[in-house]
């Protein structure tokens, strides 16, 4: 028996003139930033094990390379929960 499908699109909304919510969008993205900044800093000054041992280009392409690959994975993952169900033989 098939579930019964709902047309309306499902959104959230978050009111952005409540200093609250405003506070909840913004620290996670300065974090995310301040955090790649300080990566990409000791990367290119040789203090991480990899940046010392080999050339820093090398790791910067190795470490937004696998950031692009869990990108992708993680993504197509999230594409599988909300489709509906596959029929797993044909993976």
């Known amino acids: 028996m098939m579930e019964e499908r709902h047309d309306e699109p499902v959104t959230m909304t978050m009111n952005f003139k409540d200093p609250v919510n405003l506070f909840k969008a913004d620290y996670p993205v300065c974090l ?23 050339s820093p280009a090398l790791v910067y392409l190795a ?26 033989e044909l993976y």
């Open 32 to 54: 995310l930033i301040f955090s790649v900044l300080y990566i990409m800093g000791m990367i290119g000054v040789s203090e991480t094990k990899l940046s010392g041992d080999d």
């Open 63 to 88: 470490i937004w390379g696998g950031c692009l690959w869990l990108n992708m994975v993680e993504h197509g993952h999230a594409s599988l929960v909300v489709l509906d169900p596959v029929n797993r």
